[in-house]
């Protein structure tokens, strides 16, 4: 039987690596917002399933990957506007 802070310490490990994927996912979505991007996908390159990606997506940063996606596509389309090169 394993030692519990070896439980904890492989926990916390699982949950730092979870949260690498998320990140990852969500630098993704930042550099790529000008491109066509579904949830599907996103999962597929973070190694997980699309639900499980949506869920932990919106527990760690408070909305779905779809919905960081129209945020930072509105932010971007915002500034253009502000700058004066697109109408």
Same mark, same amino acid.
């Given at each position: ?31 790529? @917002? ?7 996908? %996103?999962? =597929?390159? $973070?190694?997980? &399933?699309?639900?499980? !990606?949506? #869920?932990?997506?919106?527990?760690? @940063? ?7 996606? %129209?945020? =930072?596509? $509105?932010?971007? &389309?915002?500034?253009? !506007?502000? #700058?004066?090169?697109?109408?």
């Amino acid at each position: 039987m394993c030692h519990p802070a070896w439980a904890r310490a492989r926990t916390t490990a699982l949950r730092l690596e979870e949260f690498t994927r998320l990140r990852r996912v969500r630098d993704r979505i930042d550099r790529e @917002y000008d491109r066509p991007l579904d949830v599907l996908e %996103l999962a =597929r390159g $973070a190694g997980m &399933a699309a639900g499980q !990606l949506s #869920r932990r997506f919106r527990t760690a @940063y408070g909305d779905s990957p779809y919905d960081y996606l %129209l945020t =930072r596509r $509105a932010e971007r &389309a915002r500034t253009l !506007l502000l #700058r004066g090169t697109a109408s």
